[in-house]
């Protein structure tokens, strides 16, 4: 059964920085696209950034030149890298990724969540 562990979430000032980390288990055939959301009280869920098991890349206009995507295959690791965090970021950042099966099938997962919070 696929798990996934999130890592490096907390508190930091304006302008400080963090790394949020996902490991994917119990995923034999592997693992497809990766991604990473967010949550802010009251709002919608929303798409901070992708990336294809190729290496495709999608950001939200609203982190470009900020935050960084990346991942390690062998690893089954999607890592975020937040630069010039500003209050606005504050959410609940959430991992998804897309688990490969039998027969060319695919079932999609969610992380547990880990807060950022970002405030003076």
């Known amino acids: 059964q696929v798990q996934l562990v999130e890592s490096g979430g907390g508190l930091v000032q304006p302008g400080g920085s963090l790394r949020l980390s996902c490991v994917a288990s119990g995923s034999p055939f592997g693992v497809g696209d990766m991604g990473w959301y967010r949550q802010a009280p009251g709002k919608q869920r929303e798409l901070v950034a992708s990336i294809s098991r190729g290496g495709t890349i999608a950001y939200a206009d609203s982190v470009k030149g900020r935050f960084t995507i990346s991942r390690d295959n062998a690893k089954n690791t999607v890592s975020l890298q937040m630069n010039s965090l500003k209050p606005e970021d504050t959410a609940v950042y959430y991992c998804?990724?897309?688990?490969?099966?039998?027969?060319?099938?695919?079932?999609?997962?969610w992380g547990q969540g880990t807060q950022v919070t970002v405030s003076s």
């Open positions: 998804n990724l897309e688990n490969l099966e039998v027969f060319g099938s695919s079932s999609r997962y």
